[in-house]
C-alpha cells in the first residue's frame, strides 16, 4: 500500500465540461451528433443500440466532443433508488459502431478527460467502487424535484488513493477480463435475439412461413389462419395466489434499461402487491409501451414452479395459445405498441395502459403446425440466451466482488504477470497525446 499515494480527485482531470442537449432538428451552423444520457450508460457496449441524435453549434462540438477513455459523469437525473453519480467509460468500439458523428454527453451530466499520467480504465472502476459504496450518493441532493449531483463540491473534497500508473493498468487488467467476457456475451445475445425476431417477421409480418407458396392469401390473411383477439390466445395477469410473509424473486420497472428478451431477477420482496408471475411468462409495460422509447418487456426466467413479484407496472403475459416467444415479439411490435398506449387512461404522468383493450386487437394466429415450428426454430436461440445471461450474471457477481478489493490495494497485483486484454492493451498502446480541448 505504500506505493499508494493520495490524490485529489480535482489534479486527475485535464479537462472536464458539461453536457449538451441542442436541437431536434437541423439548423445554420450545426451537425448532427450523438448524445450520451444517463439512461443510455448500460447499452454503451451494444453494438445494436440507436442513442438520440440532435442538432449541436459546430463550436460546440469542436470543443465538447468525446473521445476514447473520456469518463461521463451524471449529474443529474436519479431516482428514489438510484441517486446521481453514475459514470460510464467510452470506449473505441463506440466510435466503431457510429462512424460519422460526433459524440458529446448530454445535459445534465460532465465529461472527464484525465491526466495521461492516469489510466481511464482503473479510474473509471475506481468511481464504480465510490458509486456502489455510497460515498456518490453524499453528494447527492433534491432541487426542485429533481435530483442533483453537486460536482464541485466532489472534485474539491474527494481524496483518492492512487497507485503507480503499471498498477493501475494491472488493475484495470484483471476487471476488464471480466468486463469484456460481459460484453461479448451481451453482444452474442443481441445477435441471437435479432436472429429471431427475424424469423418471426419474416413468418408472421412478411408471411413468408415454411409452405406459404402453396397457401392463398385472401384479404392479408392466409387459409387456414385464424384472426382473434389477442387476450383469447394469451392469458393476461392470470390470478396467482403467494405467501405475502415470503420473500420472492421481484423485478422493478428499473430493469427495463436491460436489451435481453431475458432477465432473471436478483431482488427479493414481501408482500402481495404487484404482478405475480412465473417462468417464461413476458411481463410487458404498463406504463412505457411506446415504439420511440425503445424499452421492452422481459422473458422471465424463474425456477419452474417459483413464483416471482413485480412492479405494478408491469402486465403479465402468459402462455394460452401461442408461444412465450410469439409473445414476446408480438409485444414489441409497433402495432401492438401503438395499440396499447392509445388505451392508457389516468393522471398526467401516471397513464396506464388498459388491459381490456387487449380483447381489441387483433392477432393472424397461424395453425397448430406453423406455431410449433416457430417455436422449434426460435426456441433454441431464447434458450442460449438464457444461459448467456445466466454466465454474465456470474460473471458480473465475481468481478463485483473483486472490484473493491482491487481498487483499494487490498488485493495485490504487483507479482502479478499479466497479459493485458484489449482494452487495456489499446490504452497502454495508444501513441496519440490526449490534450485538452480549447
Known amino acids: 500500500m505504500n506505493t499508494w499515494k493520495p490524490t485529489r480527485f480535482e489534479s486527475l482531470l485535464l479537462d472536464s465540461k458539461d453536457g ?15 448524445i450520451i444520457r444517463g439512461t443510455d450508460f448500460a447499452d454503451l457496449d451494444n453494438p445494436m443500440a440507436e442513442f438520440p441524435r440532435r442538432w449541436i453549434k459546430n463550436h460546440i462540438v469542436d470543443r465538447k466532443r468525446l473521445k476514447p477513455g473520456d469518463i ?8 428514489s433508488s438510484q441517486s446521481t453519480g453514475r459514470s460510464a ?3 473505441q468500439a463506440l466510435f466503431e459502431d457510429n462512424p460519422g458523428f460526433p459524440i458529446l454527453c448530454a445535459s445534465f451530466s460532465r465529461h472527464l478527460r484525465l491526466q495521461p499520467t492516469y489510466s481511464p480504465l482503473f479510474i473509471y472502476y475506481l468511481l464504480q467502487t465510490l458509486y456502489h459504496s455510497g460515498y456518490m450518493a453524499v453528494f447527492n441532493i433534491q432541487h426542485t424535484g429533481v435530483s442533483r449531483f453537486q460536482y464541485t463540491s466532489f472534485k474539491n473534497h474527494t481524496e483518492l488513493q492512487i497507485p503507480a500508473l503499471p498498477i493501475q493498468r494491472k488493475i484495470a487488467a484483471v476487471l476488464s477480463a471480466y468486463d469484456e467476457s460481459i460484453q461479448n456475451n451481451k453482444r452474442r445475445i443481441a445477435l441471437l435475439e435479432n436472429v ?8 408472421f409480418i412478411r408471411l413468408r412461413f415454411p409452405g406459404h407458396d402453396k397457401v392463398k392469401v385472401v384479404k392479408g390473411v392466409p387459409a387456414g389462419w385464424l384472426v382473434e383477439p389477442f387476450s383469447e390466445l394469451v392469458d393476461v395477469n392470470p390470478l396467482e395466489r403467494i405467501d405475502r410473509a415470503e420473500e420472492h424473486p421481484f423485478v422493478g420497472m428499473e430493469n427495463l434499461s436491460l436489451t435481453s428478451m431475458f432477465f432473471a431477477p436478483h431482488e427479493t420482496r414481501k408482500g402481495g402487491q404487484g404482478a405475480k408471475f412465473r417462468n417464461r411468462d413476458v411481463l410487458f409495460p404498463r406504463i412505457t409501451p411506446s415504439v420511440e422509447n425503445g424499452k421492452r418487456g422481459f422473458v422471465m426466467t424463474l425456477e419452474e414452479g417459483q413464483v416471482g413479484l413485480g412492479s405494478t407496472e408491469f402486465i403479465v403475459l402468459r402462455e394460452k395459445i401461442i408461444s412465450p416467444e410469439h409473445i414476446y415479439f408480438l409485444t414489441c411490435s409497433s402495432d401492438f405498441r401503438k395499440h396499447a398506449e392509445l388505451s392508457m387512461i389516468g393522471a398526467s404522468g401516471r397513464q396506464r395502459v388498459q388491459e381490456d383493450c387487449f380483447s381489441f386487437f387483433l392477432v393472424k394466429t397461424p ?19 438464457r444461459t448467456l445471461s ?25 507479482d502479478l504477470h499479466i497479459q493485458f486484454s484489449p482494452g487495456v492493451a489499446e490504452e497502454v498502446n495508444s501513441e496519440s497525446p490526449v490534450t485538452a480541448n480549447a
Open 390 to 414: 445466466c454466465l454474465t450474471d456470474r460473471l458480473t457477481k465475481i468481478r463485483d466482488l473483486f472490484l473493491p478489493r482491487l481498487i483499494s490495494g487490498r488485493l495485490s497485483v504487483d
Open 89 to 91: 467509460l467510452i470506449k
Open 367 to 385: 395453425p397448430a403446425d406453423i406455431r410449433r415450428q416457430f417455436s422449434d426454430v426460435v426456441r433454441p436461440h431464447f434458450d442460449q440466451i
Open 72 to 79: 461521463i459523469l451524471e449529474t443529474a437525473g436519479g431516482t
Open 196 to 203: 429471431a425476431e427475424e424469423v418471426y417477421r419474416e413468418w
Open 20 to 34: 449538451e442537449w441542442g436541437e431536434g432538428h437541423e439548423t445554420v451552423g450545426s451537425h448532427e451528433s450523438i
